[in-house]
């Protein structure tokens, strides 16, 4: 979760200039599997739960970073559906530590614009934390600056299992014929309908893998798959990882001209 930091970076833009002087369009919206945290902490001598802590407060940076950027929305990989498999001390660790976030940046997320969105399956989640999420996605809604969407519990397979469902029962009940089923019909059905897919995808640690995040929205993403681990993650870093996807030819399955 997020904590709002006092650091800023120099504004790059949604554009970025190159020397022969066109004009190259930055990442709306970046979506980043946030690795590193518990090896961080192991390098240090500490317990995983430091990284999870050190990793939080660096989130906020790069919340705070993102319309200097050009970013309107942000995607973070907060918590798999595999997660689960970790040890029962790391998980009770990590829901103490989400609802101990929602509930101290709250009023700061909101005083600065931002929307919070969760995406994930709620099913799992103690009432509890439920209820936070709930209350910052309210306390948020009307805001216009930066779109957070933070993906809890969330994995790629299950969502589009999820909404597969939701498909089929209005197939069955008639809301939706069969015949009218398409690629474009199914995001409709997926946790991040109200949201653009993402442009940029950034996966910290040293590990090239997506790891079930976002399959549907990325079939077109960028993809920056980084060293550095999440705690050590800056907004110096994002903006060089955003000025470098201005300089990608991204042609979506056609032939360049």
């Not at 997020?2 to 004009?23: F, I, M």
């Not at 430091?50 to 993102?66: L, P």
């Not at 614009?113 to 009432?127: E, K, S, Y």
């Not at 948020?140 to 969407?149: D, K, M, R, S």
């Amino acid at each position: 979760m997020p904590r709002v930091s006092k650091n800023r970076v120099s504004s790059a833009g949604s554009e970025q200039g190159t020397s022969d002087g066109q004009t190259l369009a930055g990442p709306r919206h970046v979506a980043i599997i946030m690795d590193g945290n518990g090896r961080w902490a192991q390098a240090r001598g500490r317990p995983r739960l430091f990284g999870h802590h050190a990793g939080a407060r660096r989130v906020g940076e790069v919340v705070e970073c993102c319309p200097d950027l050009g970013i309107k929305y942000l995607t973070i990989f907060a918590f798999s559906t595999e997660n689960w498999k970790r040890t029962q001390v790391e998980i009770s660790g990590l829901m103490s530590l989400f609802r101990r976030y929602i509930s101290k940046e709250m009023k700061a997320l909101a005083a600065r614009n931002v929307r919070v969105r969760f995406i994930g399956d709620r099913v799992r989640l103690d009432a509890k934390l439920v209820q936070l999420m709930d209350d910052l996605e309210h306390e948020t809604a009307q805001n216009e600056g930066t779109h957070l969407t933070i993906a809890l519990n969330y994995g790629g397979r299950d969502e589009v299992a999820r909404a597969t469902k939701r498909l089929a029962a209005d197939v069955a009940s008639g809301r939706l014929l069969p015949k009218d089923v398409d690629e474009e019909t199914l995001p409709r059905y997926l946790d991040t309908h109200v949201l653009p897919d993402p442009d940029l995808v950034i996966r910290t640690s040293g590990e090239a893998r997506i790891s079930n995040f976002l399959l549907w929205q990325s079939a077109y993403s960028e993809y920056e798959f980084i060293d550095t681990l999440w705690p050590d993650f800056t907004s110096e870093e994002l903006a060089r990882l955003c000025q470098r996807f201005g300089n990608r030819d991204r042609r979506f399955g056609a032939v360049k001209t």
